[in-house]
């Protein structure tokens, strides 16, 4: 049985009703640049939901591709069939019968959402099941616990019967929310935390400090291939901006105590990246941190590194376990390239025992030490290199078409 529509349910939008035709015509936008490969694709808008009519192409890509977009809580394959009955059970029948594994028990479940269609959904679950029922003798009836439910949706502009639902990312349509900034290092929690935030609707670009020449082009090209993995998701290019951290790194090593380092570090990164924020319209900070995971992600140490911030920082996998984290950096494709071996600038220098505890007033008094720290600071943002970044070829995100959502 061909399919020729693939119905789209909007999940957490519905909630919003001021927003929501906004929500509605940014996942409009957002459908149609993620099929734009897909000749004489067309669209029908209704409450709640979006109908892709697929014209000659097959459901089946075009569904695992739309099941990775932001805003949609599931989608449903479907044969559309017009009012007339003896078309409706015919199609029923048809679809019954194309299911690759034959159930034992079925029932329908019709809705009647145009009210001016002559027969309730009581009467519709009958005379559409009894047809079935009659053509398919090993067939049964069960309407507590059906093998196979079939739906028929009666919509004033055409019925819709389908028997699957699958599915799909949820959150809001990309860049719905606002703009932030992802700290991104070449590990694994911070495209998790990356795609946890644009799966809630945040605009994203990405931020990356290396310390050239310690840290090589293998790394950044790590990094490279993360940022374009999460623009995949949100099915738009993502900036990535890269921040020279050689000299304030050198600077902070030589002037602080060896355990206070990464403090004094993660500190500079952070006034590096408000700045960042503040010239490319962001309003707040994406951290793959993670509580208690390593000495600088304790309570006490996240207050003295957050206080050098203003900007709200959003830590999305704050409270995720490592193996959470890592079932979703291998369910979005990130896993694989977060574990190639490489050098981050903040490994490098990385002391044998990093405070967990750090004291605030010692903190500030380094950074006092430093009177050049601000000229250095104000040298960083204006060497920082921006590139803009296109999504992985589809092949290379194979992972991405695995079935289930954690
Ligand atoms: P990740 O797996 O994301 O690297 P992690 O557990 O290794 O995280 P840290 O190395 O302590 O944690 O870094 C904490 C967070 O700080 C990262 O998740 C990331 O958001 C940010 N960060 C660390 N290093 C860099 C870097 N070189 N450039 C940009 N952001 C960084
Ligand atoms: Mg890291």
């Known amino acids: 049985m061909r399919y020729d529509q693939i119905i789209l349910r909007y999940g957490d939008l519905t909630v919003k009703g ?51 977009l932001f805003g949609i809580v599931s989608l449903s394959p479907v044969v559309s069939s017009g009012h007339d009955l003896e078309e409706i059970r015919a199609t029923a029948l048809a679809l019954m019968n194309s299911l690759s594994v034959a159930p034992e028990t079925f029932k329908v479940s019709a809705k009647r959402a145009w009210k001016k269609f002559p027969h309730t959904s009581q009467e519709m679950n009958h005379l559409v099941g009894g047809h079935i029922l009659r053509h398919t003798p090993e067939l049964r009836v069960d309407v507590r616990n059906p093998q196979q439910e079939l739906r028929v949706d009666i919509q004033e502009e055409g019925v819709y019967l389908f028997c699957e639902t699958i599915q799909a990312a949820g959150g809001f349509p990309y860049g719905t929310n606002g703009k932030a900034l992802l700290l991104l290092s070449g590990g694994i929690d911070s495209p998790v935390a990356g795609w946890l935030a644009l799966r809630k609707g945040l605009e994203l670009e990405a931020v990356h400090f290396h310390s050239y020449p310690f840290t090589s082009d293998k790394a950044k090209e790590k990094v490279v291939e993360l940022a374009r993995r999460l623009s995949y998701f949100s099915g738009e290019p993502i900036k990535l901006h890269l921040v020279p951290f050689t000299d304030i790194q050198t600077a902070l090593v030589q002037a602080g105590s060896d355990n206070l380092i990464i403090t004094l570090m993660r500190r500079s990164m952070l006034r590096i990246t408000e700045r960042l924020a503040e010239q ?21 140490s ?34 694989e390239t977060s574990i190639l071996p490489y050098e981050d600038c903040c490994t490098l220098f990385l002391p044998k025992s990093p405070s967990t505890n750090p004291n605030l007033r010692i903190v500030e008094k380094v950074e006092a030490m430093l009177p050049n720290l601000e000229a250095m600071l104000a040298a960083a943002v204006e060497g920082t290199e921006t590139q803009l970044l296109s999504s992985a070829a589809p092949s290379a995100v194979e ?8």
């Open 18 to 68: 001021k927003n929501r035709s906004r929500f509605e015509r940014r996942m409009l936008e957002q459908v149609k640049r993620a099929l734009a490969g897909y000749e004489g694709i067309t669209f029908h808008k209704s409450f709640g939901r979006l109908n892709v009519k697929l014209g000659i192409h097959d459901y089946k890509p075009i569904a695992d591709r739309l099941k990775e």
């Open 280 to 300: 490319n319209g962001a309003q707040g900070i994406v951290t793959g941190e993670s509580l208690g995971q390593v000495a600088s992600q304790t309570l006490p």
């Open 302 to 335: 996240m207050d003295v590194i957050g206080r050098a911030a203003r900007m709200p920082l959003i830590k999305p996998v704050i409270m995720m376990d490592k193996q959470e984290i890592i079932k979703i950096a291998d369910r979005i494709g990130t896993f």
């Open 399 to 406: 992972s991405a078409g695995k079935d289930s959502w954690f």
